[in-house]
């Protein structure tokens, strides 16, 4: 039997451990934390608010117990504040509800499931030392450490990283008390204010112990109007902040967000940071010469700001699942990893990543081109903006361009007149 080591257990080394241990693996977990320091004693790595593809691969390994019974979101809602006074809106409906579960419930439930199903889960802190232990007993060492410090042993790409420093100070909580914005936007989505200093977003929630709620992420522009986190040493803090925030800047939320409360009982329901999106190589080497392979943030960081990065978490295990269940009893190499890696990037990796890093620049016409669009035509916003987010190939090459967005705007709708007549 093949000997995979995972170090992490965020989304991304669960979803891979538990992907392996179904297939007959046998894998060992390393966790900096157990199971309880999860749900009690933890924060969030963050809102993830995952698309329904990605909760599919959840469902298909049989390990989604939330997404029945969690706050659904049905798309997005985006404002944006013209210089004449008034608001863009955009509503774009997703085929199918995504959510974000409160991630230190379910790596708790996970962590435990996968003892139960005969994955082997190791507290430990794994630094160079003990990796380089860990990879002489196993056929592949996966790093799955988020933006963990032993990530670094793998070199940061600086051609696809494009960012080298971060692109928004960030700030994260949990609240209850909203009202939500279904009187404007029909639905329960994923709301989004667009300010000329950054963002602010407000995301259905489903907390550990308060259940359905909401998060906020804040994604100020270093040194502008919304950076105002720096300091923080509470959730309750914060939230004040961002009360102040929203009634300075984004007055037309306040009736939706007034009353809100931080989260009850959840001293660390909360964040703020910031570091810049990266992409790393393929694998890193050990000291000895050992391969390690990059998973999750560990090889692609996204800043939150196009809610891709537990997304990608998802899909890239499942990805690195597969191929190593593909490559059978063949060595894993550092040819295999890089032809895997190259494979990932180019169907799904570098895509989420340059869409989600759209939103962060502030020339884009391409993307503005489609967001007036989808403000004008609601059925422009669900088909081509809730229709394709779960899923970013699809916006290429055509998002690159506001014309050749303009022509497949055009495209679409003629479709759509053709169906009609
Ligand atoms: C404010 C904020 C909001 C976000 N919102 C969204 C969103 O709405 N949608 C979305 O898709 N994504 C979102 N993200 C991104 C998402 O949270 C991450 O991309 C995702 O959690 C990454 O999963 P991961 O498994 O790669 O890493 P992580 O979840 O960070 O897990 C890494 C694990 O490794 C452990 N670890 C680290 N070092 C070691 C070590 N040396 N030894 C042992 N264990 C170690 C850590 O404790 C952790 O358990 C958000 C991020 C932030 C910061």
Same mark, same amino acid.
């Not at 691969?57 to 404002?79: A, C, F, L, P, Y």
């Not at 990530?151 to 692109?167: H, K, L, M, Q």
């Not at 522009?221 to 923080?232: E, N, S, T, V």
């Not at 050749?404 to 705007?409: D, P, R, V």
């Given at each position: ?201 407000? !995301? ?37 902040? !961002? =009360? ?131 403000? =004008? ?45």
């Amino acid at each position: 039997m093949r000997r995979i080591s995972i170090i992490g257990s965020g989304q991304a080394g669960l979803i891979l451990a538990h992907s392996l241990v179904g297939r007959g693996y046998d894998v060992t977990l390393y966790s900096d934390k157990t199971a309880d320091e999860w749900l009690h004693a933890s924060r969030p790595t963050g809102t993830a608010y995952l698309f329904a593809e990605s909760l599919q691969i959840e469902r298909d390994i049989g390990i989604d117990h939330w997404s029945n019974t969690m706050h659904k979101g049905q798309g997005m809602h985006v404002e944006m504040p013209l210089p004449d006074g008034s608001l863009l809106s955009i509503v774009a409906r997703t085929a199918r509800p995504g959510g974000a579960v409160d991630q230190r419930m379910k790596f708790h439930r996970w962590m435990n499931d996968l003892d139960d199903l005969g994955g082997r889960i190791v507290i430990e802190t794994v630094d160079v030392a003990a990796a380089e232990r860990i990879a002489a007993q196993s056929d592949l060492t996966i790093l799955a450490v988020g933006k963990g410090d032993l990530g670094r042993i793998v070199a940061r790409d600086p051609a696809r990283s494009v960012y080298e420093r971060p692109a928004r100070n960030l700030a994260m909580g949990i609240v209850t008390n909203i009202k939500g914005w279904e009187s404007r936007s029909g639905i329960t989505a994923v709301k989004y204010s667009k300010l000329p200093f950054g963002e602010i977003f407000w !995301v259905p929630f489903t907390h550990k112990t308060a259940g359905p709620s909401w998060s906020f992420i804040v994604e100020a522009i270093p040194g502008g109007a919304l950076d105002k986190f720096g300091g923080a040493a509470s959730g309750p803090e914060v939230v004040e902040t !961002v =009360r102040g925030l929203v009634r300075e800047f984004a007055a037309w939320d306040e009736e939706n967000v007034g009353a809100m409360r931080y989260v009850e009982g959840d001293d660390l329901g909360w964040l703020v940071g910031a570091f810049p999106p990266t992409v790393r190589q393929a694998f890193g080497r050990l000291p000895s010469g050992a391969l390690v392979v990059p998973v999750g943030d560990s090889a692609i960081t996204f800043d939150p700001i196009g809610g891709h990065g537990g997304n990608n978490a998802s899909h890239h295990a499942r990805h690195l699942a597969d191929e190593i269940i593909a490559r059978n009893v063949m060595p894993f190499d550092a040819a295999w990893a890089t032809e895997m890696w190259e494979r990932y990037w180019e169907s799904r990796g570098r895509h989420a990543y340059r869409f989600n890093n759209m939103f962060l620049e502030s020339d884009t016409p391409g993307l503005a081109t489609l967001l007036q669009a989808s403000a =004008r035509d609601p059925r422009v916003a669900d088909a081509m903006l809730g229709g394709n987010v779960m899923t970013p190939r699809n916006f290429f090459p055509w998002i690159e361009s506001a014309a050749e967005t303009e022509s497949m705007i055009a495209a679409v709708q003629a479709q759509w007149d053709v169906q009609r007549a």
